[in-house]
C-alpha cells in the first residue's frame, strides 16, 4: 500500500508537510481549487459545466486518456499539424538545397555518370530530412506547447495528486482566471458532483535558487569555453609538432618508401634510397635483349636499322593488318591517312566549340618525310611514340610491332604506288569495286 | 468510455431494396461496358490490343479483390475491431474470387489453345509463348534456359496460374464463408479459428500475389524483372481497395443501410488507411525506380526506358504527381479523412491513377512508339469492376449487411477516434 495515498483525508503526508516546512516562510496565496470525480462521465459532466461557464485557465485531471474529453473541455485542435507540416516542407527544402548546391554548385565531380543535380538520387536525403525535422519538430513542439519540461507545479503539493494518476479524475480552476470566484468556483464544481475538492495554496514566489547553483552555473559555463578556446587556438596559430592521429588505421607502416630517404638502408648499406639502379654487369630477370636490331631496331652505332629483322610473309601481314586496325587505325585511320575516327571527332570538337582545343592531326603515312623513314624509325615510333603519340611498348609485343611496321610499308606502297606499273588485272580488280 | 449502446434490429441487417437493385444495375452496366470494350477492340482496336486492353482491365480488377483480400487477412491477425462494423462490406468484394478467377478464362483458354502449328494473337502478347522468339531470342541471355525452358512455358504457366486460383478460392472462401456462418451461430471458436490461420496464409498470400504478378505482367516482358514486383502490385491493390471500401460505405449509408452502425470514425479510419497506401506506393514504387535507374544496366532499364519516351514520358508524370504528390497533400488533413464528399473525391481520383498505373504497367508492351487511345482498357476496366462490385452487392443482399454476431461488433459499434 502506497504509504502517500493516506486513508484519512485530513492528514498530509508527511513529505508535503516536509515541503512545506521549506516553504522559505513566504506568503502563500490561493493557486486553485481542485476538485474530484470518481468516474469518468462524471468528470465530463463536470467539464461541461466549467466550459460552459467560460473559465479558461482550467485543467482536468485523468489517469488514463477519456475519449470525448477534447470536447467536453471545449479544447480547440491543436496548432500542432500545421507546425509539423512547416518543418516537414523545411526539412524537404533543406535537403534539396543541401544536395543541390554542394553537387551542382560547391564541388561538382560527376558521380556514377548521372547530372550533377540529379533529382532522383537526392530524394533519399529529401525524404529523410523531411520525417526527421517532422518528426523531432512534432517532439519538440508537443513538449513546448506543452509548455514543458516543468520542473515544478504547485499541484506536487496537492495530497491527493498520486490518486489522479491511479484512479480517480479531478478537475483543477486556477485562481489567476479572470472569472475565479472561490465560492462560487467551489459551488459550481460540488453542484457538478464531486466527491470531494481541497483548495491549494502555493507560496506566492517561487523559492529562490540556492547560491551554489549560481556558482555551479558560472563554473560551467566558464569551462564549456575551454574547449573553444582550445579549437581557436588551434585554428590561428602554427604549430611544429604533427597533428594528432588519433584512429590510426594502418596509416603509419613500418615499410620503405621509394622517395623518402629511409634511414635504416642508409645504416646498412649507405644509401638511403629504397630503390636503386641495379648493380653494375648485372641485368634484372626478363630485361636481357638479344636482338638488339629486332628490340629497339637500331644497330650498334645507334643507327636505324633499314631491313626487317622477321622475316616479312603474307602472315606477317596479315597479323599487321590486325594489330593495325586494332591500335592504330583509330587515328590513323584505316588507310593510315591520319583521319581516324578519333581525327574526326577532335577536328569537329576544334571547329565546333571545344574550348580552345589545339589538335595536332595524326601522321598520315604517305607523307614523304615519313615514306623516308628507315623500318627502325617506325619501329621506334610505334614502340616509344613520337610528339603526342605515346609509346605502345606496353601494348604490344616485339614480334607485332614489326608486323605493323611491315603492314604500314604495304599501305604506303599501295597508295603510293604509279598506275602505270600496274597490271591490266590488278587496275580491273581496283577499279571493279 | 461514453458508449452508445446501440442496439441492431433485424431490419438492420437486411440490405434495403434499393441497394440491391443498384447491385443489379451495376451488374448490367457491367456486362455492357465489357461488351463494348470487347466490341471496340475486335472493330477498331484490333486483337492485340484488345488483348492487352483485357490484361490491364484484368490487373486493375484483380489487384482490388486481392487487396481485400489481404485486408481481410491483416483484420483478422491483428484482432482488429474498428473495421469488424464494415468487414462485411470488405468481405463481399472477396466473396467475388470466383468471378474474378472467371474473368481470366478467356486468357487462359487463348493460352491453352495456342500452338506453334495454330498459333493465336495470344503469341503476340506473351512472347515466351512463341518457340521461334524464344530460340531467336538473344544468345547472351545467361539464364535463358531457366528462364523460357524451367519457367515461362506454357504447361507450367497453366499449372502454376490454376494454383493461384485454387489458393485464392479457398483463401476467400475460409474468411468470408466463415464469417457468415458466425451469424447463426454466434460462435466464438469462429473468431479464433479465422485469428488462427490468418498469420500462416499472409506469407501465402504474398508468395502467390507475388508469382501471380510475374506471371500475368512482368512475363509481358520476357527478359526484365524487378524483385519488388509483388510489393508493388500489393501496394497499388490494397490503396484501390480502401477506395471502393470508402465508396461502398457511402453507397450503403445512401440507401439507408448501416445509418447506425458505420461512424465518421470508420471513415476516417479508412481514409487513413488510403493515405499511408498512397505513402506505401509511393515508396515502393520510387524504391523500384531508384534503383533500376542507378544501376542503368541494360537488362534492367528498359523498362524505364521506354516509358520516358513517345509520349510514355507524360503518363509517368501523370503518376508522379496524380498517384503520389496531389493525393498525399489532398488526404493529409484528417478533416478531408471525415468528410464524405471530399473523401468519395479522393477515393475515385485514386482508383482512377491506379488504372493509369495498371496502364502504364502493361500497354507499353502493346507500342511503347506512342501511347495507345484508352478507350477499350477504360470501357473494360469500368466493366469489370462494375461487374465485381454489382455482383458483391447483389451477393451480400441475401446476407445480414452486419457480422452481427462478431465479439467485436460492440466495440466496433463504438468506436472513437481522438
Not at chain 1, 516546512?21 to 506568503?27: E, G, I, L
Not at chain 1, 630485361?287 to 616479312?312: I, K, M, R
Not at chain 2, 482496336?45 to 482490388?64: D, N, R, V, W
Not at chain 2, 512475363?219 to 524483385?227: E, G, I, K, Q, R
Request: proline residues 5%.
Amino acid at each position: 500500500m502506497d504509504s502517500r495515498i493516506s486513508q484519512t483525508d485530513g492528514d498530509e503526508p508527511r513529505w508535503i508537510s516536509e515541503l512545506k516546512d521549506h516553504d522559505d516562510n513566504s506568503n502563500q496565496e490561493l493557486y486553485a481549487v481542485v476538485a474530484e470525480y470518481d468516474t469518468p462521465d462524471a468528470l465530463m459532466a463536470a467539464c461541461e459545466q466549467v466550459r460552459d461557464a467560460g473559465f479558461k485557465d482550467w485543467d482536468s485531471i485523468t489517469p488514463f486518456p477519456v475519449h470525448g474529453i477534447d470536447e467536453s473541455m471545449g479544447i480547440k485542435q491543436s496548432i500542432l499539424p500545421w507546425i509539423v507540416l512547416g518543418a516537414g516542407l523545411t526539412g524537404g527544402t533543406i535537403g534539396l538545397l543541401l544536395q543541390w548546391w554542394t553537387n551542382a554548385i560547391a564541388y561538382p565531380f560527376i558521380i556514377s555518370g548521372k547530372p550533377f543535380f540529379s533529382l532522383p538520387a537526392n530524394i533519399p536525403v529529401i525524404f529523410e530530412l523531411t520525417i526527421l525535422l517532422s518528426a523531432f519538430t512534432a517532439v519538440g513542439a508537443m513538449l513546448a506547447l506543452n509548455l514543458l519540461p516543468a520542473f515544478y507545479h504547485p499541484l506536487f503539493r496537492h495530497p491527493r495528486m498520486a490518486r489522479y494518476s491511479s484512479d480517480r479524475f479531478a478537475i483543477v480552476i486556477e485562481a489567476k482566471d479572470r472569472l475565479f470566484d472561490r465560492e462560487k468556483v467551489e459551488a459550481l464544481l460540488k453542484g457538478a458532483g464531486s466527491v470531494g475538492h481541497e483548495v491549494l495554496f502555493a507560496p506566492e514566489k517561487r523559492a529562490p535558487l540556492p547560491k551554489v547553483f549560481h556558482g555551479v552555473g558560472i563554473l560551467a559555463t566558464l569551462l564549456t569555453l575551454v574547449p573553444l578556446a582550445y579549437i581557436a587556438k588551434a585554428r590561428f596559430t602554427k604549430s611544429e609538432d604533427p597533428r594528432i592521429h588519433i584512429i590510426q588505421d594502418m596509416d603509419m607502416q613500418p615499410k620503405f618508401k621509394a622517395q623518402v630517404p629511409n634511414e635504416l638502408l642508409g645504416s646498412l648499406w649507405g644509401d638511403a634510397r629504397a630503390s636503386l639502379l641495379p648493380m653494375e654487369g648485372t641485368i634484372a630477370r626478363g630485361e636481357f635483349v638479344e636482338d638488339e636490331a629486332l628490340h629497339y631496331g637500331q644497330d650498334e652505332s645507334g643507327n636505324w636499322v633499314t631491313s626487317f629483322p622477321v622475316e616479312v610473309d603474307q602472315a606477317l601481314l596479315e597479323r599487321g593488318r590486325q594489330r593495325f586496325d586494332i591500335y592504330c587505325s583509330v587515328c590513323h585511320g584505316h588507310a593510315g591517312d591520319g583521319n581516324g575516327s578519333v581525327n574526326q571527332r577532335a577536328t569537329a570538337l576544334a571547329r565546333f566549340g571545344g574550348k580552345g582545343m589545339a589538335w595536332a592531326p595524326p601522321a598520315n603515312f604517305t607523307d614523304p618525310r615519313i615514306v623516308a623513314q628507315p623500318v627502325g624509325e617506325l619501329y621506334n615510333t610505334v614502340a616509344n611514340g613520337k610528339n603526342n603519340m605515346k609509346g605502345y611498348a606496353a601494348q604490344i609485343p616485339v614480334e607485332d610491332r614489326w608486323a605493323i611496321v611491315a603492314y604500314v610499308r604495304a599501305l604506303q606502297k599501295a597508295q603510293t604506288v604509279p598506275v602505270d606499273s600496274l597490271t591490266d588485272e590488278q587496275r580491273d580488280a581496283l577499279g571493279s569495286n | 468510455m461514453a458508449s452508445h449502446g446501440i442496439e441492431l434490429n433485424e431490419n438492420d441487417l437486411r440490405m434495403p431494396a434499393s441497394l440491391r437493385g443498384l447491385g443489379g444495375k451495376l451488374l448490367g452496366a457491367g456486362v455492357l461496358l465489357t461488351l463494348i470494350g470487347v466490341a471496340l477492340g475486335f472493330t477498331q482496336a484490333g486483337l492485340k490490343h484488345l488483348m492487352f486492353a483485357y490484361i490491364t482491365a484484368l490487373a486493375f480488377t484483380m489487384t482490388i479483390v486481392l487487396g481485400g483480400l489481404i485486408w481481410l487477412l491483416i483484420q483478422h491477425v491483428f484482432r482488429a475491431s474498428w473495421a469488424v462494423a464494415i468487414r462485411r462490406i470488405g468481405e463481399s468484394i472477396v466473396r467475388m474470387m470466383p468471378l474474378l478467377i472467371l474473368l481470366f478464362v478467356p486468357l487462359l483458354l487463348l493460352i491453352a489453345t495456342s500452338s506453334p502449328e495454330s498459333p493465336n494473337v495470344i503469341y503476340k502478347v506473351f512472347k515466351w509463348l512463341d518457340p521461334s522468339y524464344v530460340s531467336g531470342d538473344a544468345d547472351f541471355l545467361p539464364n535463358k534456359q531457366v528462364v523460357y525452358g524451367g519457367y515461362l512455358n506454357k504447361g507450367f504457366f497453366l499449372i502454376r496460374l490454376v494454383g493461384y486460383f485454387v489458393i485464392l478460392f479457398f483463401l476467400a472462401r475460409f474468411f468470408t464463408s466463415n464469417s457468415v456462418k458466425q451469424d447463426e451461430t454466434g460462435d466464438v471458436n469462429t473468431t479464433r479459428k479465422m485469428e488462427k490461420l490468418s498469420a500462416p496464409m499472409i506469407p501465402l498470400f504474398a508468395l502467390t500475389i507475388t508469382f501471380l504478378g510475374l506471371d500475368l505482367l512482368m512475363s509481358l516482358d520476357p527478359h526484365w524483372f524487378s524483385t519488388i514486383w509483388g510489393v508493388y502490385l500489393f501496394a497499388g491493390g490494397m490503396l484501390s481497395f480502401n477506395c471502393v471500401l470508402a465508396l461502398l460505405m457511402m453507397t450503403y449509408q445512401k440507401h439507408g443501410a448501416l445509418t447506425k452502425v458505420i461512424r465518421t470514425d470508420h471513415y476516417h479510419d479508412v481514409g487513413k488507411l488510403m493515405f499511408a497506401f498512397v505513402i506505401f506506393w509511393s515508396y515502393i514504387a520510387f524504391s523500384q525506380y531508384l534503383l533500376i535507374w542507378y544501376a542503368h544496366i541494360p537488362e534492367e532499364i528498359t523498362f524505364f526506358a521506354k516509358r520516358q519516351e513517345n509520349g510514355w514520358e507524360w503518363i509517368s508524370v501523370t503518376l508522379i504527381f496524380g498517384h503520389f504528390a496531389v493525393p498525399l497533400l489532398g488526404l493529409l488533413s484528417k478533416h478531408v479523412k471525415r468528410h464524405k464528399p471530399a473523401l468519395a473525391f479522393w477515393a475515385v481520383w485514386l482508383l482512377v491513377m491506379h488504372f493509369v498505373d495498371m496502364f502504364w504497367i502493361v500497354m507499353p508492351n502493346y507500342d511503347a512508339h506512342h501511347v495507345p487511345l484508352p478507350f477499350v482498357a477504360i470501357a473494360l476496366a469500368l466493366g469489370f469492376l462494375s461487374l465485381i462490385v454489382g455482383a458483391a452487392i447483389k451477393s451480400a443482399s441475401s446476407k445480414s449487411i452486419v457480422a452481427a454476431r462478431d465479439p467485436r461488433l460492440g466495440e466496433s459499434l463504438a468506436y472513437h477516434n481522438v
